[in-house]
């Protein structure tokens, strides 16, 4: 084993390092390596053919070379556990890392960002670290989440680094932008087959019987140039009278050839040797430990490197050679015969390395064995006492897949597991199987012993409930469950269901009692050292203080989520990771409304596939809304739609009715506002308004989306603008008494009002009510949901802006400053007056001078942010938003700005 990898358990290190060089593997290719070598490196070269084409070989062949030339280079031999995207990261991160001694930081918990691509090529930019990965039998990886992490992986590689694949099959990229940049180097099945000159090179180390050319051109031409199959072919020589027969007896069909060469090589083996290989052709790699066990023979060491040593298509895949693997066409084969001449020992075999790997702590590989015995109750036993390490992981799919292939009467009574399995399926939003699990510890409550030590089931329910979108009954049980809670049960089950009463009790309008459960959430987060549990807290918060209509303090409420010594002490790794996958939906959505797009995008980008993983419906929506509304808004159409089609697909697999209506009344507001009404008018009629969830109707209960996107207003605005005035306005008294306190819904329905006014010809009053409007958007920085708002009231907006021209009072001005900035947000040109230039449209604060003023002094972000206390993602907000008052782009012009205004010395 390397050295670097001396502490790491023996199958992991195997999987970082190549093959070793045994016996035909000596055969030299250089044609091929110089391919793989060029002075002009290629940053992807994928290498794709079939099984027994020389793959791996190749690529060790050209690691050792580029070693020899003192590069440092890194290998991941991929194997089908790597379908989960955390357990990919794992082996990644410790294949690149420099420092193999590091400490592991583990994403969690369920989903890869690219922020995660970026941190494992981020390794290859530091002193002695790799900067070519080789990755083989990439073939394995079916899942599109850990596919994608190595698709990212190539887009932040650093300058000269560069990235070997071996597969079978071609990856479903599309590489047409590297190859268009010469960045792309591609080797098929032609350029690896055999040349007879290979042939002649290759008899020579195998030690065969001298064959002419003639003859060797015959023999390629009938493997086609397989180098497996030659190699076959030469084992089995000895056992013909003319080479002429044997070589004319092979048919030109690789099944065909592989079944014929393996039957006359196993045929020629010892008997003793022909037990020993079918025994162990069931392991999917080999050690002298679990060769033992299987064969109860002592002496596996020994046979396995006889084995190697006559080219018996097993190779050690480490320098020690303690680590083996089996050719997977001849353990095919084993195993089939295995199957033939062995029945009843084929499930007795798996049975026994399955708990052979378990107790040498290699639970997931024990599991797959003891599935493939058909041993239900021995894997249950293993994945019971390894799934609660797998849910800390993050490895949720892997739990959730191996689950898959034990029955569930299995499960009656193990109780943990059902739990785990349920909190599992939940989190990945397979809510069938997670109320499955569920139902299986309906009577659990009733059982005080067990009760006691399953922390997780107060808590599953009421998040079934909340994934399946009935908030307030998801609260009910909450609050239930939480006053039966032991006093020594897990703070972090009494911070989950706190949260989740915070959470409902926003929506039935009763704010102070949310924070009070907010202030329980948070605290018992803490005690659970949960950054989880305290993202979840933060963002009520911020939520809270949104509705209220501060709309900055919830701005830095949300920024900050996943900072400070609150979440640098939990025990969570990439705590900041965590965080902002939680917040993510709400924290774009908040900065879509101020008008932020370009941030919203960047953490869209970075952050969404943990943002659609919540398990809150509402945040999940927002995110998808929101991702749209900002293509919408930058003119893309096409990805405008593009995106509701993705949110939609999202809702049908979930299910989650009230997303697939939330993206289809998005399209029919963007045909509104292009105008198409008819269009719109036949989108809406396909939208069932009132969609059959199974729960009860929520009454009193205004969820997140309908206030601050308001969503349900559109089919009134389609009634409005296809002439029906008179119909909506019988609305208002409703939908303004149903706003409370709410003031972005207050502003969204003013809004509609001050248009069905105008469509009434009352301008007077229309301008009136939007007046009403602009001082609330003004006083909490409401920026989109004017801009956003059609023709009518954009119409209305250049009328007030041009009527306050000539009104010198304060009051005036800063309305007339805010319709500038809200008629610029929705790109209307607008001819400033002599006054617009001495008034910024939003002053600076206290805190904003007080950063220029540092910058002033020369302070860089991070001493900024030292001297005031604040983390550096803070300072940089704060500078963003002084930026954007000032309508400047960098530090410099903001300085000459705020000097030119007299703000700052």
Not at 217 to 230: F, H, N, Q, R, S
Not at 372 to 390: C, T
Not at 800 to 820: M, T
Request: glycine share 6%; with cysteine; aromatic share 6%.
């Amino acid at each position: 084993m390397n050295n670097e990898y001396q502490n790491l358990h023996p199958a992991m290190a195997t999987k970082l390092s190549p093959p070793a060089r045994w016996g035909y593997d000596l055969l030299e290719r250089p044609h091929l390596l110089e391919k793989l070598l060029t002075k002009q490196p290629k940053r992807l070269i994928l290498i794709t053919a079939a099984a027994g084409y020389g793959k791996s070989t190749l690529m060790a062949q050209g690691s050792q070379v580029l070693q020899q030339q003192k590069q440092v280079t890194a290998w991941l031999t991929i194997d089908e556990d790597d379908n989960d995207p955390v357990r990919l990261f794992t082996y990644l991160f410790l294949a690149l890392q420099s420092d193999k001694s590091a400490s592991l930081q583990l994403p969690e918990p369920t989903r890869i960002t690219r922020n995660h691509a970026a941190k494992l090529t981020s390794l290859m930019t530091e002193s002695g670290a790799p900067t070519i990965l080789f990755i083989d039998e990439f073939e394995n990886l079916i899942n599109p989440d850990s596919q994608q992490l190595i698709y990212w992986m190539l887009d932040y590689l650093p300058p000269g680094a560069r990235m070997v694949i071996a597969s079978r099959t071609r990856p479903a990229w599309d590489l047409s932008k590297l190859a268009m940049q010469g960045e792309l180097l591609e080797v098929h099945e032609p350029d690896l087959k055999l040349s007879s000159d290979e042939a002649a090179r290759l008899t020579e180390l195998h030690g065969s019987r001298r064959i002419d050319k003639q003859r060797l051109d015959i023999l390629v031409d009938k493997t086609e140039g397989w180098l497996a199959g030659v190699r076959l072919a030469l084992l089995c020589q000895d056992n013909w009278e003319k080479d002429v027969d044997w070589i004319n007896a092979l048919s030109g069909e690789i099944e065909q050839i592989a079944d014929f060469l393996y039957a006359q090589v196993f045929r020629q083996l010892e008997t003793e040797q022909q037990l020993f290989l079918l025994k162990v052709s069931i392991l999917n790699r080999m050690t002298a430990g679990a060769c033992e066990a299987l064969t109860q023979e002592s002496g596996a060491q020994t046979q396995l490197q006889s084995l190697c040593r006559k080219g018996l298509f097993i190779q050690p895949i480490d320098p020690e050679r303690k680590w083996f693997r089996m050719h997977g066409l001849m353990r095919q084969f084993l195993r089939n015969r295995l199957k033939q001449q062995m029945p009843n020992q084929y499930g007795l075999l798996h049975e026994t390395a399955a708990r052979w790997f378990a107790n040498h702590n290699s639970r997931i590989e024990a599991v797959h064995y003891a599935i493939a015995a058909n041993n239900p109750k021995l894997a249950l036993e293993i994945l019971e006492d390894v799934s609660k390490s797998l849910i800390e992981k993050g490895q949720l799919r892997t739990l959730s897949d191996l689950a898959k292939h034990i029955p569930d009467s299995f499960l009656d009574g193990h109780y943990q597991l059902s739990a785990n399995l349920c909190l599992a399926n939940l989190l990945i939003h397979e809510l069938g199987s997670a109320q499955r699990y569920s139902s299986m510890m309906e009577h659990v409550s009733s059982i005080l012993e067990v009760n006691k030590t399953l922390a997780e089931i107060p808590i599953l329910e009421p998040l079934l409930m909340t994934a399946e979108d009935n908030m307030v009954r998801a609260s009910e049980m909450a609050k239930q469950n939480l006053s039966h809670l032991q006093s020594d049960q897990s703070h972090f089950e009494r911070g989950v269901l706190s949260n989740i009463i915070a959470f409902a009790e926003l929506g039935l309008g009763n704010p102070e009692t949310s924070l009070n459960h907010v202030l329980q959430a948070r605290a018992s987060h803490l005690e659970a050292n949960s950054a989880l549990g305290l993202a979840y807290a933060d963002m009520i918060t911020a939520m809270r203080v949104r509705s209220q209509g501060k709309l900055q303090r919830a701005r830095e409420i949300s920024g900050d989520v996943g900072h400070g010594p609150d979440y640098d002490q939990a025990e969570s790794t990439a705590p900041n990771e965590i965080a902002k996958g939680v917040v993510n939906g709400f924290e774009i959505d908040l900065l879509y409304e101020l008008n932020e797009l370009a941030t919203a995008e960047d953490l869209l980008k970075e952050y969404a596939p943990l943002g659609r993983e919540n398990v809150a419906p509402d945040i999940v929506i927002l995110g998808f809304l929101t991702s749209a509304r900002i293509a919408f808004a930058e003119g893309n159409t096409e990805l405008a739609y593009s995106r509701l089609d993705e949110g939609e697909i999202a809702g049908i697999r979930w299910p989650l009715p009230r997303l697939i209506q939330s993206m289809r009344l998005q399209r029919v507001r963007f045909t509104q506002l292009e105008g198409k009404l008819d269009l719109a008018r036949d989108y809406l009629a396909d939208i069932d308004m009132a969609p059959d969830t199974g729960q009860p109707p929520r009454v009193g209960y205004m969820d997140p989306v309908s206030e601050w996107v308001a969503l349900d207003l559109v089919p009134l605005r389609q009634t409005l603008q296809e002439g029906d005035a008179a119909t909506v306005w019988q609305q208002f008294p409703q939908l303004i008494e149903a706003s409370g306190a709410r003031t972005g819904r207050l502003i969204q329905v003013l809004l509609l009002k001050a248009e069905c006014l105008s469509k009434m010809g009352n301008q007077d009053a229309a301008q009136q009510t939007l007046t009403e409007a602009i001082d609330l958007g003004r006083a909490c920085g409401f920026i989109r949901t004017f801009a956003d708002s059609g023709r009518t009231i954009i119409d209305l907006l250049k009328s007030l802006y041009q009527e306050w021209a000539n009104k010198p009072a304060p009051c005036f001005r800063e309305r007339r400053a805010y319709c500038l900035q809200l008629l610029e947000a929705a790109n209307e040109a607008v001819i400033r007056g002599p006054s617009d230039e001495a008034t910024l449209v939003e002053p600076l604060s206290d805190r904003e001078l007080q950063m220029l003023t540092l910058v002033g002094d020369g302070l860089k972000n991070e001493q900024i942010a030292e001297q005031l206390f604040l983390s550096v993602n803070t300072v940089k907000w704060h500078l963003r938003r002084a930026y954007e008052k000032l309508d400047v782009r960098s530090r410099t012009e903001a300085l000459a700005e705020a000097r030119r205004r007299g703000l700052i010395q």
